[in-house]
């Protein structure tokens, strides 16, 4: 459906502010789909984020501002997701060896099952295949490229 019939509205100031507003309303679309496969885990797109970080780390371990650097939510609160993946047992937290001042976080045997599973269940070309080809695909993501160039 096109946006004009998403939003009930064909007023735009030109085709950047189009754009804008596709992108804005693209962009819950896609983020309702994936709060709720994250939801079956009692994850949050940012814990997700997180301990996809830490899984792309592993076996080494990372700090709480590689995760911050990483994350694609920028605002998000590192220390606060690391806390309650913590608390779910997800993750782990132990004192660097070579700096006391340091915190290493690693991901667990449990957080490393979630997102196995989460990959068997769940395939990012499972939202597209059905509008968008693999070529089309990679154009969009090239022009999303080029517009943060």
């Known amino acids: 459906m096109r946006i004009e019939e998403e939003i009930q509205s064909t007023k735009f100031d030109d085709n950047y502010h189009k754009a804008v507003i596709n992108l804005n309303y693209t962009y819950g679309w896609l983020n309702n789909i994936l709060r709720a496969e994250f939801e079956k885990h009692n994850l949050t797109s940012q814990q997700f984020n997180a301990l996809r970080i830490l899984r792309g780390q592993y076996p080494k371990p990372a700090t709480v501002n590689l995760i911050k650097e990483r994350m694609l ?39 490393l099952s979630i997102l196995a ?33």
Not at 98 to 109: F, G, L, P, T, Y
Not at 123 to 148: G, P, Q, W, Y
Request: hydrophobic letters at 35%; aromatic letters at 2%.
């Open 117 to 149: 599973k989460i990959d068997a269940e769940f395939k990012a070309k499972d939202i597209f295949k059905d509008h968008l080809t693999e070529e089309e695909a990679e154009n969009l993501s090239d022009l999303l490229d080029k517009l943060r160039g």
């Open 73 to 111: 939510d920028k605002m998000s609160d590192a220390s606060r997701i690391v806390d309650r993946l913590v608390q779910k047992g997800l993750v782990s937290r132990c004192t660097n060896n070579q700096d006391r001042r340091a915190v290493d976080i690693r991901i667990s045997d449990t957080g």
